[in-house]
């Protein structure tokens, strides 16, 4: 138990849905992740929210919408979605201090597939 | 461009030391984190290296030289839970890059 849940932790949906993952840190931390993981390729980091502002959006396709309400909670918001979009979508939170980015603390994953 | 290396796979005995390479090429640096990756599971934190030389944590160590684009994780006394993989990754600004990880067997 990291401190990080995230929920649905399996979703299969069809090209044609719309689908939310949710995210909750329990850690007090400031900062908040999205990663990408297939099989056969590294970790790819999506979105970073650093004090619920957008940070980085590493040229994430507009099929998929990040939100931050608070510093809490991270969602990621899906529609017409692909059969290659099928992966492990893992949140993750960490403290930034002064500028420094500690480490991240992961949850458990999302594990997607797309019909 | 970013590019981080590992080796795919490596294997190892019990109560032996092993050591993980990872070389990078980024745009900019501010750290180096060691993860550890179990099957079906999510990655958690080993170590962090900002500065060059080595940072120690029990059976676990990690080296960086910033000069060479290089780091090691090293595992003494190795133990059957050990196997797992193992990600380097590289914080470029706010962006943090991973490697492709390192798939490690400790056979008995």
């Known amino acids: 138990e990291t401190g990080v849940t995230q929920t649905p932790r399996h979703l299969v949906m069809g090209m044609t849905n719309k689908k939310s993952l949710k995210c909750e840190q329990h850690l007090g931390h400031n900062a908040m992740y999205w990663y990408k993981q297939s099989a056969k390729k590294p970790l790819e980091l999506m979105f970073v929210y650093n004090f619920k502002e957008q940070t980085e959006n590493n040229s994430v396709p507009s099929r998929f919408s990040p939100e931050c309400p608070n510093s809490s909670h991270l969602f990621l918001h899906l529609h017409t979605l692909q059969p290659e979009d099928s992966a492990l979508y893992l949140c993750?939170?960490?403290?930034?201090?002064?500028?420094?980015?500690?480490?991240?603390?992961f949850g458990p994953g999302t594990r997607l597939t797309v019909l | 461009g970013q590019n981080i290396d590992q080796p795919t796979e490596m294997t190892a005995t019990e109560g032996a030391i092993v050591q993980i390479n990872c070389t990078y090429q980024?745009?900019?640096?501010?750290?180096l984190f060691w993860y550890q990756q179990h099957a079906g599971e999510a990655p958690t934190f080993l170590s962090y290296?900002?500065?060059?030389g080595l940072e120690e944590k029990g059976r676990f160590s990690s080296f960086l030289s910033r000069s060479k684009g290089y780091s090691y994780l090293l595992l003494k006394e190795l133990q059957m839970k050990d196997s797992a993989s193992y990600l380097c990754?590289?914080?470029?600004?706010?962006?943090?890059?991973f490697g492709p990880g390192t798939r490690l067997s400790v056979l008995p």
């Open positions: 990754a590289v914080l470029d600004g706010q962006n943090f890059v």
């Open positions: 993750a939170s960490s403290q930034v201090s002064e500028g420094r980015y500690n480490e991240q603390f």
């Open positions: 980024t745009s900019g640096f501010n750290g």
């Open positions: 290296n900002v500065l060059d």
